[in-house]
């Protein structure tokens, strides 16, 4: 575990929002400091992300965050937008990483208003609602890689250098093979659409490309 003085003096200095043992010295997570609740090993800082975070203005090269805004609510997300503009440094990137509410088999938690599946995801978070919340934050540079757009996988390409996202076609493993129970779900889909699938159905099979997908945005504040 490290102090936030700790924190300070590393250069560069690269942040991990809500990441778990996705921190250095893990390969793919090399010099981040993961900035979370719960203690573990590797570079950890304990804190609330409900609470300003206790570094200098313009003081962070690099901000990661996957997989965990969706669980604050929409105030919080803008709030915490704001603080990670405020500590980055000019030219300095934010990537966020987050489930696609768009993808055709989570589109039913946006009529129902939830995620039965996952109850603590607290905000359903698709492009139109990211705009929504970056417009009104500080950035005003901002790229969507990855993301739907009605029926479409739009995929632009991701320098994983700057930021290594799991939940992705080309890393995460149920776009790649089928589990045991993935082909129990694959069959009662199928047979509930009588084998004829269009091409966003066809993306809710496991062991389809886009079976797991997620938004993707960079952000960078301005030099």
Request: hydrophobic share 30%.
């Amino acid at each position: 575990m490290l102090t936030w003085d700790e924190v300070r003096q590393k250069k560069p200095l690269y942040l991990n929002l809500g990441g778990r043992g996705h921190c250095h010295p893990h390969p793919r997570y090399e010099q981040y400091v993961s900035v979370d609740l719960k203690p573990g090993e590797g570079w950890r800082v304990l804190h609330n992300l409900m609470d300003p975070i206790p570094l200098p203005d313009a003081s962070t090269d690099r901000i990661h965050t996957e997989d965990m805004l969706h669980y604050l609510e929409k105030p919080a997300i803008q709030a915490l937008l704001s603080e990670c503009y405020r500590i980055l440094k000019p030219g300095g990137r934010l990537r966020i990483g987050v489930t696609d509410y768009n993808h055709p088999k989570d589109r039913f938690c946006l009529q129902e208003g939830k995620d039965p599946r996952h109850p603590l995801h607290k905000t359903l978070t698709t492009k139109p609602l990211l705009e929504e919340l970056l417009h009104a934050s500080p950035f005003r540079q901002c790229e969507f890689l990855q993301y739907w757009q009605g029926d479409t996988s739009i995929e632009h390409p991701i320098d994983y250098g700057k930021g290594w996202i799991n939940r992705t076609p080309d890393h995460d493993p149920r776009c790649k093979r089928i589990r045991l129970k993935g082909y129990v779900h694959n069959t009662l889909l199928l047979l509930r659409k009588g084998f004829r699938l269009s091409s966003a159905e066809r993306a809710m099979l496991e062991g389809n490309r886009h079976f797991v997908t997620s938004l993707v945005v960079d952000c960078i504040k301005e030099e």
